[in-house]
């Protein structure tokens, strides 16, 4: 745990959410600033910073993220209207927090090619 890290915090308990999914590697909330009717962030336990620091011992977690992206976009309903998966990467992939991360978003259509 990075003991500085908004997800980290989250993760552990530390800032309550709300959690639409939970296990020993993953756990899933709502994003704070959502940009579509669903806008849920899907992030492994551990501090990994970004999927560019992610390495071979990540593996299974990587899958388990969009495994679990999958369950929640049925859950809410948006498997056959059809939802977006994001991981933003670094400067010009528009990471803003630090602590990898999936972005599922749902409930409207979206453009393509994003901004
Ligand atoms: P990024 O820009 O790094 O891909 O996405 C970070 C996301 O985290 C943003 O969509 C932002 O709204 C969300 N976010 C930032 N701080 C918090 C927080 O404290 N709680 C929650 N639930 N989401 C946050
Ligand atoms: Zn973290």
Redesign the pocket.
């Known amino acids: 745990m990075d003991t500085s890290c908004?997800f980290c915090k989250?993760a552990s308990g530390a800032i309550p959410?709300t959690f639409l999914h939970e296990d020993d590697a993953v756990v899933a909330?709502?994003?704070?600033?959502p940009q579509a009717p669903h806008h849920v962030?899907i992030i492994p336990r551990e501090h990994v910073v970004s999927l560019a620091s992610a390495t071979d011992g990540h593996t299974e977690v990587l899958g388990r993220l969009l495994r679990v992206a999958a369950e929640i976009a049925e859950r809410l309903g948006v498997t056959d209207s059809g939802y977006r998966t994001v991981i933003?990467t670094g400067p010009d992939g528009?990471?803003?927090?630090f602590h990898l991360?999936v972005?599922l978003l749902g409930g409207r259509p979206l453009a393509w090619p994003p901004g």
């Open positions: 908004i989250i959410a909330f709502g994003d704070l600033n962030l933003n528009g990471q803003s927090v991360h972005h």
